[in-house]
């Protein structure tokens, strides 16, 4: 229930996905809401710029969606995505399910997310969004703050709170940066990543549509999610310098050819050629700060807090989890910003910390451990378990993308698992061992039927090591 309007002022920088959705969240509250944007208003855009990526959206994301009314719309506006699959070098396609019967992630379309959350925006009579905006200077004594319009003029508003939701590389944080006592890490990975497009083949998905399609190739891979347009977006991950051989449209198919044969035909030779060289591989950098406040005049969220890699589909939802957890310690403190920013900033660093960690861990499982016999087995094994004992064995990934644990507490138990799980493993292996061992000492065989085969094994042993034998391989 929205509550009265004549409330403190609350400016939100950034118009991105979170900035919007924050602005909703205090006008919900009843909070007099600005929203400051440096870009024009991407729903009058003809070109939109910024990062495409798709967006996969998971419960942690569903649930802020729904404490704005917003859920069920973007929910039919995306494609559920029941299982990763995998494609083998030599074409084999094999399922690895996220969850149980029934769980999905959603692939969706970032801008016309970011669109529909600025529409909503707009409906609350308590909120006004301005663009074209750029933020000059602010000041957290003060609260006073100094955008530049694009005409060139300026613009100065006082603000009791200021939320920077303005990116990875956020003009809100660089105050942050000159206070003491503020920690601040970027990390670039050595990977970029590309963009290609799967068009539709006639007038349908080229492949399976409900799920994320993975071509791991260990120190590399690419993915595609499908779009509600038939078509799928797919996303070469690679190390910077393997982009950088690639010089010439033949390299590309050739390439293609000896890691990705199955996606040429589909993507298609002539769109390859030239999109590939459309634009350099971009960068991806992981960023953690701490604290994410300053006093009672300023907090940050989304990727201005924690900007992650994008390989554990968590950065918009772990981004629109801060907006759920800031207004449920809001709740708890009576909207008392002095007791409410320190409070948030110590629940939610370390639960940020944690998924960037596992965003960059998640990368490695991508492209080198879903290959793994291993790494299928004990997927197997955890989801057997989980079923058996649903509430004392919960896999990683069910815990991060199908809760709200708390990010390092889902850390604290895969880890714990892992190793009661391991250990019990090693257990039964003895045991089996044991237990062989032990039929065989009481049924003992007759060894004479053994040694004629083990005399012919060693015969051909020992004749496929003479030096002539070798001489003729």
Avoid at 389 to 414: C, G, K, N, Q
Wanted: aromatic fraction near 10%; hydrophobic fraction near 40%.
């Amino acid at each position: 229930m929205e509550k009265s309007t004549d409330k403190k002022k609350v400016i939100v920088v950034g118009g991105g996905l979170v900035g919007a959705l924050n602005a909703c969240f205090f006008a919900e509250r009843g909070f007099n809401v600005e929203l400051f944007e440096s870009r024009e208003d991407i729903r009058r855009a003809e070109v939109v710029k910024g990062r495409s990526i798709n967006l996969a959206l998971s419960h942690r994301g569903r649930q802020a969606l729904k404490q704005v009314g917003m859920e069920d719309k973007i929910v039919s506006q995306g494609i559920p995505m029941n299982s990763r699959m995998i494609h083998s070098l030599n074409g084999k396609q094999s399922p690895i399910p996220y969850g149980k019967k029934g769980q999905f992630i959603l692939s969706v379309d970032r801008a016309n997310l970011n669109k529909e959350l600025l529409t909503k925006a707009e409906t609350y009579p308590n909120t006004k969004l301005n663009f074209d905006h750029k933020l000059l200077d602010w000041r957290a004594e003060t609260g006073r703050m100094t955008f530049a319009r694009s005409d060139g003029s300026k613009e100065q508003i006082n603000a009791d709170l200021i939320v920077g939701c303005d990116g990875a590389f956020s003009a809100i944080r660089k105050q942050f940066l000159r206070r003491s006592r503020f920690d601040y890490s970027q990390t670039y990975i050595p990977h970029g990543y590309m963009e290609l497009t799967m068009p539709p083949i006639d007038g349908e998905f080229a492949m399976k549509p409900n799920y994320l399609h993975i071509w791991p190739r260990n120190t590399f891979m690419m993915i595609a999610l499908p779009n509600l347009d038939k078509t799928f977006t797919c996303t070469l991950f690679m190390p910077f310098d393997e982009f950088e051989k690639i010089t010439t449209g033949d390299e590309v198919i050739d390439f293609f050819q000896k890691y990705f044969p199955d996606a040429i035909p589909l993507i298609g030779v002539d769109a390859l050629k030239t999109d590939y060289f459309r634009l350099p591989g971009q960068a991806m950098v992981s960023i953690k700060c701490s604290p994410y406040h300053i006093e009672d005049k300023c907090v940050l969220m989304g990727d201005a807090a924690h900007a992650v890699v994008p390989f554990y589909g968590q950065g918009m939802n772990a981004g629109f989890e801060d907006c759920i957890v800031f207004g449920e310690i809001l709740d708890q403190l009576n909207n008392d910003f002095s007791a409410v920013l320190p409070e948030y900033s110590r629940v939610r660093v370390p639960d940020d910390h944690a998924i960037a960690d596992l965003a960059m861990y998640n990368y490695i499982e991508m492209r080198a451990h879903v290959n793994s016999k291993w790494f299928i087995f004990r997927k197997h094994v955890d989801n057997f378990l989980h079923f058996l004992m649903p509430s004392t064995i919960v896999p990683l990934y069910t815990m991060v993308t199908f809760t709200r644990t708390r990010y390092h507490e889902a850390v604290d138990r895969w880890h714990w698992q892992d190793k009661v799980i391991n250990r019990g493993l090693l257990l039964s292996a003895t045991a089996a061992l044991l237990g062989g061992s032990y039929l065989l000492i009481k049924n003992p065989p007759d060894i004479s039927k053994l040694i004629r085969p083990a005399e012919k094994m060693w015969d051909g042993l020992v004749a496929l090591c003479n030096p002539r034998a070798l001489a003729r391989i």
